[in-house]
């Protein structure tokens, strides 16, 4: 009896040495994602995991708060941004791997109503009076001294000529996302945003885009940490893949770039 205890106790104790090595390398990357990529980069996530056994932890939010995490030493393997601004702070900082760095997607500015608005297609050019379509009501938008959508936003009124006059009707938000919540709920009746965001709004419809040359181009540059770990590595040829491109270009994204699987 006591021999089969101790055989017991001994293949008992041998199982949980040989699954220590494998628990032992488990990791988990964590990726700071602008805030609009968020239904495409949780599919991607997914997908990446399935096939890898890797898992992603994305934190979501606008580019400019995202980067500033980064710099306060807060623990990314990769950063993606909606603009080229907030990627090039980081890289100024010495915060990415820049021979990891591509401009990853592209995308298009629109302007939005509530999906049981009266509103229909409107034509945006020179001469554009946003102020007017307004009237006294709020226009929905990331803040323009920082968050990229906010920043594409005010550049685009400024060379048609209706920033001046719109300015003080603008409701600044925190990133992207919460623009558009701000117009799906009706608290906002007009918003600008991104393409790919109104698309997965069931509570909003598009009712104007902005022409592609009256603003820089809405440009995703992705790029690992300085600190990211060896599997990060994996993640970011993932997200420049077949499948990636897929997934992206189902929810209206541009991919940018030659996929590299």
Same mark, same amino acid.
């Given at each position: 009896?006591?021999?089969?205890?101790?055989?017991?106790?001994?293949?008992?104790?041998?199982?949980?040495?040989?699954?220590?090595?494998?628990?032992? /390398? *488990?990791?988990?990357?964590?990726?700071?994602?602008?805030?609009?990529?968020?239904?495409?980069?949780?599919?991607?996530?997914?997908? +990446?995991?399935?096939?890898?056994?890797?898992?992603?932890?994305?934190?979501?939010?606008?580019?400019?708060?995202?980067? $500033? /995490?980064? *710099?306060?030493?807060?623990?990314? &393997?990769?950063?993606?941004?909606?603009?080229? &601004?907030?990627?090039?702070?980081?890289?100024? $900082?010495?915060?990415?791997?820049?021979?990891? %760095?591509?401009?990853?997607?592209?995308?298009?500015?629109?302007?939005?109503?509530?999906?049981?608005? $009266?509103?229909?297609?409107?034509?945006?050019? /020179?001469? +554009? &009076?946003?102020?007017?379509?307004?009237?006294?009501?709020?226009?929905?938008?990331? &803040?323009?001294?920082?968050?990229?959508?906010?920043?594409?936003?005010?550049?685009?009124?400024?060379?048609?000529?209706?920033? /001046?006059?719109?300015?003080?009707?603008?409701?600044? @938000?925190?990133?992207?996302?919460?623009?558009?919540?701000?117009?799906?709920?009706?608290?906002?009746?007009?918003?600008?945003?991104? *393409?790919?965001? @109104?698309?997965?709004?069931?509570?909003?419809?598009?009712?104007?885009? +902005?022409?592609?040359?009256?603003?820089?181009?809405?440009?995703?540059?992705?790029?690992?940490?300085?600190?990211?770990?060896?599997?990060?590595? %994996?993640?970011?040829? =993932?997200? %420049?893949?077949?499948?990636? $491109?897929?997934?992206? *270009?189902?929810?209206? +994204?541009? =991919?940018?770039?030659?996929?590299?699987?």
């Amino acid at each position: 009896m006591l021999r089969r205890v101790f055989t017991l106790c001994s293949l008992a104790f041998a199982a949980t040495v040989a699954v220590l090595p494998a628990r032992a /390398q *488990e990791v988990t990357l964590t990726a700071f994602v602008a805030a609009s990529m968020k239904n495409a980069v949780d599919d991607i996530n997914a997908a +990446f995991t399935k096939a890898t056994g890797i898992k992603v932890v994305a934190s979501y939010g606008a580019s400019s708060a995202l980067a $500033k /995490q980064i *710099e306060a030493g807060a623990p990314a &393997d990769l950063f993606a941004s909606a603009d080229l &601004d907030w990627m090039d702070y980081v890289a100024g $900082k010495k915060l990415i791997k820049d021979d990891t %760095r591509t401009n990853l997607l592209g995308n298009r500015l629109v302007l939005i109503a509530p999906k049981d608005a $009266k509103l229909g297609n409107v034509a945006i050019g /020179q001469g +554009f &009076d946003l102020a007017k379509l307004a009237g006294d009501s709020r226009i929905a938008t990331g &803040d323009v001294r920082a968050v990229p959508v906010g920043k594409y936003a005010k550049a685009a009124l400024e060379k048609l000529g209706a920033w /001046q006059a719109a300015e003080s009707r603008f409701a600044m @938000a925190e990133n992207v996302r919460a623009a558009l919540t701000l117009v799906g709920r009706g608290e906002a009746p007009l918003g600008i945003v991104y *393409e790919t965001d @109104a698309k997965v709004e069931p509570n909003v419809k598009i009712i104007g885009h +902005f022409p592609e040359d009256s603003h820089p181009a809405i440009t995703y540059p992705v790029a690992l940490t300085v600190n990211a770990k060896p599997q990060a590595q %994996r993640y970011i040829n =993932f997200i %420049r893949s077949n499948t990636a $491109k897929t997934i992206f *270009e189902t929810y209206g +994204f541009t =991919f940018l770039i030659r996929p590299v699987s």
